[in-house]
């Protein structure tokens, strides 16, 4: 049962712009913190960006200026806004959400590949 979907991803130019989105499941009780993280192959799963039902945000230093992480509490959607996307973005992006219950949830990645 799928309880994040992801979408958004794909190929884009060095310094061009993608926009992640991740959609919860309303059966998913009080999402506390949604946020991303990546991994490119062989590599380790490093955190990207979270937030906070309160809004409150965090950045890997990699990413700090080019994205921004943002919600939508009604929809239980979580964004990843990129910009000024570089060869080195590129990696299998995943969401990320925390319930009030603390339960954890993953979803299924999306593809992000940025060409020189």
């Known amino acids: 049962q799928v309880q994040l979907v992801e979408s958004g991803g794909g190929l884009v130019q060095a310094g061009g712009s993608l926009r992640l989105s991740c959609a919860a499941s309303?059966?998913?009780?009080?999402?506390?913190?949604m946020g991303w993280y990546r991994q490119a192959p062989g590599k380790q799963r490093d955190l990207v960006a979270q937030i906070t039902s309160g809004g409150s945000t965090s950045y890997a230093d990699s990413v700090k200026g080019r994205f921004t992480v943002s919600r939508d509490n009604a929809k239980n959607t979580v964004y990843l806004q990129m910009n000024s996307l570089k060869p080195e973005d590129t990696a299998v992006y995943y969401c990320?959400?925390?319930?009030?219950?603390?339960?954890?949830?993953w979803g299924q990645g999306t593809q992000v590949t940025v060409s020189s």
């Open positions: 309303k059966s998913i009780f009080s999402i506390y913190t």
């Open positions: 990320y959400a925390i319930s009030g219950g603390r339960e954890s949830y």
